[in-house]
Nanobody, 118 residues
Framework: QVQLVESGGGLVQAGGSLRLSCAASGSIFSINAMGWYRQAPGKQRELVAT???????NYADSVKGRCTISRDNAKNTVYLQMNSLKPEDTAVYYC????????????WGQGTQVTVSS
């Protein structure tokens, strides 16, 4: 059994910052890539950023230069620092991780709401 628990969402004014966290727990042999996705009302879920176990990162064009993804492998935790937030960043943010138990599987968190007011 694996759980991903997100925290750090909330309401912030445009131009503000938030830091999301996602901790994985349970029967974990190793964690490969971890990432953040988001889904705005009426839209499909989209990638925000990913990070490999070695620290290689990838960002959506819409957040490049404003967001930084990082991870603490010792804590099985991934972070998303979001700066210069815009109203269009408003969405439910989901954590994703590829976890080996030893069978490799993709796991999702329950989501955390981020609302950016103008």
């Amino acid at each position: 059994q694996v759980q991903l628990v997100e925290s750090g969402g909330g309401l912030v004014q445009a131009g503000g910052s938030l830091r999301l966290s996602c901790a994985a727990s349970g029967s974990i042999f190793s964690i490969n890539a971890m990432g953040w996705y988001r889904q705005a009302p009426g839209k499909q879920r989209e990638l925000v950023a990913t990070i490999t176990s070695g620290g290689k990162t990838n960002y959506a064009d819409s957040v490049k230069g404003r967001c930084t993804i990082s991870r603490d492998n010792a804590k099985n935790t991934v972070y998303l620092q979001m700066n210069s937030l815009k109203p269009e960043d408003t969405a439910v943010y989901y954590c994703n991780a590829l976890i080996r138990q030893p069978v490799l599987g993709a796991y999702w968190g329950q989501g955390t709401q981020v609302t950016v007011s103008s």
